[in-house]
């Protein structure tokens, strides 16, 4: 119970740290309609995206997450995860590419004028990404090395980003059920 408490103590301070406020998701509620909180501040400053536009987006990703989650946890279930070596010698799994899979084909589907960027994506040239005004950032499974361990401290994080500063963003553990968004 400590390390899950612990777990979570992180995933919020990471949360609020990035960006700016901290949403908690009870597994047993799944009304996520009733856990909004945002700073309005941030979001208000947008230009291109009106508000309630990057509230919709946010919210068709909580489903998102969790489905993006369960093929992880497919995977962890399994005795194979189909460990590779990427160039800078990180370790990437089956699941890393299942839920990079789900996360990115809902993206496009949800915000197709939206760019992604994305850890298990081609890396796209800083010269072609520095003129964008928004972008998602993904880390379709954050703590490969952990999910290997089998030890349940990784999570899946979406982010929307606005001339280079996290505005919203979806952070699920699915070990524990717990999702995060802001």
């Known amino acids: 119970i400590l390390l899950l408490q612990e777990t979570q103590r992180k ?7 990035i960006i700016g406020c901290v949403l908690a998701h009870d597994h047993n509620d799944h009304s996520y309609h009733n856990w909004y909180i945002f700073d309005r501040n941030k979001i208000m400053m947008t230009d ?11 919210h068709a990703l909580l489903p998102v997450s969790k489905e ?10 399994s005795p194979d ?7 800078d010698d990180s370790p990437l799994t089956k699941a890393d590419l299942a839920s990079n ?19 298990e994506n081609d890396n796209i040239p800083f010269s072609v990404r520095e003129s964008w005004s928004y972008c998602w ?5 954050d703590g490969t ?11 899946t994080n979406i982010g929307l980003v606005k001339d280079h500063k996290v505005i919203a963003g979806v952070v699920y553990l699915p070990v524990l059920d717990v999702l995060y968004y802001a």
Not at 68 to 77: C, H, Q, R, S, T
Not at 101 to 119: N, Y
């Open 68 to 77: 993006a989650g369960d093929a992880i946890l497919e995977i962890y279930d």
């Open 101 to 119: 899979r789900v996360i990115c084909d809902a993206l496009q589907r949800i915000a197709p004028d939206i760019p992604i960027i994305s850890e």
């Open 11 to 17: 995933i919020c301070h990471f949360t609020h740290k």
């Open 48 to 58: 291109n995206i009106d508000t309630q536009r990057i509230l919709e987006m946010i």
């Open 81 to 87: 995860f189909g460990i590779e070596q990427k160039n």
């Open 145 to 155: 090395k952990e999910f290997i361990k089998r030890n349940g401290e990784f999570t």
């Open 137 to 141: 950032i993904v880390d379709p499974l």
